[in-house]
């Protein structure tokens, strides 16, 4: 079993940045794939990023590319994402995930078997 906790949101203007974390416990998510999804009110949650641990390859939504970046520290097991140039569209719980099967890096949530509690990021204009 894989625990995560993610931190680091908050409240920010457009145009400014956050960095979330994403810690795992449990078991190392080093040879996992790991994601970033994000869940407005009333919207579906939406993908916005992964990356293969192993390989580094990442994957990101056209809406958060070149903006947002992901990034693992083996020796925190921990994932994050910076989030720069923030935009009020951007406002949302964003979640962390883990699949736990081989396989790339995939934009459905069904894909993921494990996730975080959520933390929430509010863009102001």
């Known amino acids: 079993q894989v625990q995560l906790v993610e931190s680091g949101g908050g409240l920010v203007q457009a145009g400014g940045s956050l960095r979330l974390s994403c810690a795992a416990s449990?078991?190392?998510?080093?040879?996992?794939?790991v994601a970033w999804f994000r869940q407005a009110p009333g919207k579906a949650r939406e993908f916005v990023g992964g990356?293969?641990?192993?390989?580094?390859?990442?994957y990101y939504a056209e809406s958060v590319k070149g903006r947002f970046t992901i990034s693992t520290d083996n020796a925190k097991n921990t994932v994050y994402l910076q989030m720069n140039s923030l935009r009020p569209e951007d406002t949302a719980v964003y979640y962390c995930?883990?699949?736990?099967?081989?396989?790339?890096?995939?934009?459905?949530?069904?894909?993921?078997?494990?996730w975080g509690q959520g933390t929430q990021v509010t863009v102001s204009s």
């Open positions: 449990g078991r190392t998510i080093s040879n996992n794939v």
């Open positions: 995930a883990v699949r736990g099967r081989n396989g790339g890096i995939y934009i459905n949530t069904s894909a993921y078997e494990y």
């Open positions: 990356m293969s641990w192993s390989t580094g390859s990442t």
